[in-house]
């Protein structure tokens, strides 16, 4: 008789059920059901679509807590598509950014460049290379610091020679 009961064969034997799909949590066959329904859709749309099924006036607030616990990522993205696929919102397209044409700088004939401002360098495209004019430019630079230098030297000499007149008139 003990013989007889360990001699079943496999193929008459019981299959246990699988505990994994009787303890597996709700969430997890919804968001499978779900999956099937929209199968493009990320897994925060997804929740954000189920969710509001239940409860269409809950806003992301209500519902990121309990995203948040279950790991998943939800954003206002999420709610808007989810609302999407629900058919309550309108899918939105992004717009290309527009750079606006900049306006030619026009000044009136009337209005002259600032006192100590000198008009850009012309560039002649015949013969001068970039660096014959980047050269002439530099030294036209160089040679106008140095006749600065030279006035503010001279007016240092003189506000001296007025000075050392001063003191020395003092003294008398």
């Not at 999956?35 to 269409?56: I, M, Q, S, W, Y």
């Not at 954003?75 to 609302?83: E, F, I, K, L």
């Amino acid at each position: 008789m003990i013989q007889a009961m360990t001699t079943q064969d496999e193929d008459t034997a019981p299959e246990p059920a699988p505990a994994a799909t009787a303890m597996r949590d709700p969430w997890e066959l919804t968001l499978e059901r779900l999956r099937e329904r929209h199968p493009d859709a990320t897994d925060g749309t997804l929740f954000c679509v189920h969710k509001f099924e239940f409860d269409p006036d809950l806003t992301l607030k209500d519902i990121r807590g309990e995203a948040d616990l279950r790991g998943i990522p939800v954003s206002g993205r999420s709610a808007h598509s989810a609302n999407v696929l629900l058919g309550r919102a309108t899918r939105s397209t992004r717009r290309k950014k527009v750079q606006p044409e900049p306006e030619p700088e026009q000044r009136p004939a009337s209005v002259t460049p600032r006192r100590g401002r000198r008009p850009a360098a012309r560039v002649s495209s015949d013969t001068d290379s970039l660096e014959t004019t980047l050269l002439s430019a530099v030294q036209q630079l160089q040679d106008e610091a140095t006749a600065d230098a030279r006035r503010l030297r001279s007016a240092i000499e003189e506000a001296i020679a007025i000075l050392q007149a001063a003191l020395t008139a003092g003294d008398d």
